[in-house]
T-cell receptor, first 112, second 114 residues
Framework: GENVEQHPSTLSVQEGDSAVIKCTYSDSASNYFPWYKQELGKGPQLIIDIRSNVGEKKDQRIAVTLNKTAKHFSLHITETQPEDSAVYFCAARFSGTYKYIFGTGTRLKVLA | ETGVTQTPRHLVMGMTNKKSLKCEQHLGHNAMYWYKQSAKKPLELMFVYSLEERVENNSVPSRFSPECPNSSHLFLHLHTLQPEDSALYLC?????????????FGPGTRLTVT
């Protein structure tokens, strides 16, 4: 069935280090892959996204890569800061539908 | 703020109560979504409305009843809920247009069923 797997479930890094979160999707027809950041008491906030016709996208300290062949996509955060601490979710949109399937989330903790 | 508001932010209700959750978007979008977020589980899509018509209904129990009176407002009517329905209910909106996929979420309503 339609599925998005996300790893790791928790991640602790030292301030200034990089963090990488990985997702795998099941439906090769997926065409849009957003990443969300959710802070305590708030809804998910869209931070970056990538479409199936692009391999990499960068926005300041965050970047996303997509490997369509392997059905993998990853979030990279460089020079992490304490305010990056949050839960991060990946998702995949299934082409031709309104359906977005989400991963189970990664709790990132940046240690000062 | 994302331009999507939800009220109330917190709700405690008994299993025999009837209550409604409200969502409003100020982004000019024409699609709205209800999601359920439970601990240790992925976000679960419940309902999707596009141009005020329901286009997705993910086998949600009938004790949850959505309503979309116009493209800016979305309601979730609740009745005879069970304790396992306790969760964060998130509303999202997007613009239904070719090649436009971004969804924006509200802050959610934390629902506790006692």
């Amino acid at each position: 069935g339609e599925n998005v797997e996300q790893h790791p479930s928790t991640l602790s890094v030292q301030e200034g280090d990089s963090a990488v979160i990985k997702c795998t999707y099941s439906d090769s027809a997926s065409n849009y892959f957003p990443w969300y950041k959710q802070e305590l008491g708030k809804g998910p906030q869209l931070i970056i996204d990538i479409r199936s016709n692009v391999g990499e996208k960068k926005d300041q300290r965050i970047a996303v890569t997509l490997n369509k062949t392997a059905k993998h996509f990853s979030l990279h955060i460089t020079e992490t800061q304490p305010e990056d601490s949050a839960v991060y979710f990946c998702a995949a949109r299934f082409s031709g539908t309104y359906k977005y399937i989400f991963g189970t989330g990664t709790r990132l903790k940046v240690l000062a | 703020e994302t331009g999507v508001t939800q009220t109330p932010r917190h709700l405690v209700m008994g299993m025999t109560n009837k209550k409604s959750l409200k969502c409003e978007q100020h982004l000019g979008h024409n699609a709205m979504y209800w999601y359920k977020q439970s601990a240790k589980k992925p976000l679960e899509l419940m309902f999707v409305y596009s141009l005020e018509e329901r286009v997705e209904n993910n086998s949600v129990p009938s004790r949850f009843s959505p309503e979309c009176p116009n493209s800016s407002h979305l309601f979730l009517h609740l009745h005879t809920l069970q304790p396992e329905d306790s969760a964060l209910y998130l509303c999202a909106s997007s613009k239904m247009a070719q090649g436009v996929y971004e969804q924006y979420f509200g802050p959610g309503t934390r629902l506790t069923v006692t």
